[in-house]
């Protein structure tokens, strides 16, 4: 198991730019493919962004965030991060992160869980 606290959040305009961070305490960070999911008010958690363990040389994005949202990781740090640009309202959630063995959008893969960390985008 690893335990996993988010950071970052905040409150930002629409346009603006946010880079969330979750720090992983545990054994074997490296080996544990990382991902980003978000929930919004009266919505189902959906998937955001995954990146492979060890080299994080293959990631996975849902299409609304590809080419504004870059997730990526740094072993000896024992951070993945999530930089997210052009942000919209509708990219207003809690966002969590989770560790799993496999790279997959499947939120129910992923084994382990932080807290979230609430972004709110204005118009």
């Known amino acids: 198991q690893v335990q996993l606290v988010e950071s970052g959040g905040g409150l930002v305009q629409a346009g603006d730019s946010l880079r969330l961070s979750c720090a992983a305490s545990g054994r074997s960070f490296s080996s544990y493919v990382m991902g980003w999911f978000r929930q919004a008010p009266g919505k189902e958690r959906e998937f955001v962004a995954a990146?492979?363990?060890?080299?994080?040389?293959?990631?996975r994005y849902t299409d609304s965030v590809k080419g504004r949202f870059t997730i990526s990781r740094d072993n000896a740090k024992n951070t993945v991060y999530l930089q997210m640009n052009s942000l919209r309202p509708e990219d207003t959630a809690v966002y969590y992160c989770?560790?799993?063995?496999?790279?997959?959008?499947?939120?129910?893969?992923?084994?382990?869980w932080g807290q979230g960390t609430q972004v709110t985008v204005s118009s």
């Open positions: 989770a560790a799993g063995p496999i790279l997959t959008m499947t939120g129910s893969i992923f084994g382990s």
């Open positions: 990146i492979n363990s060890w080299s994080g040389s293959s990631t």
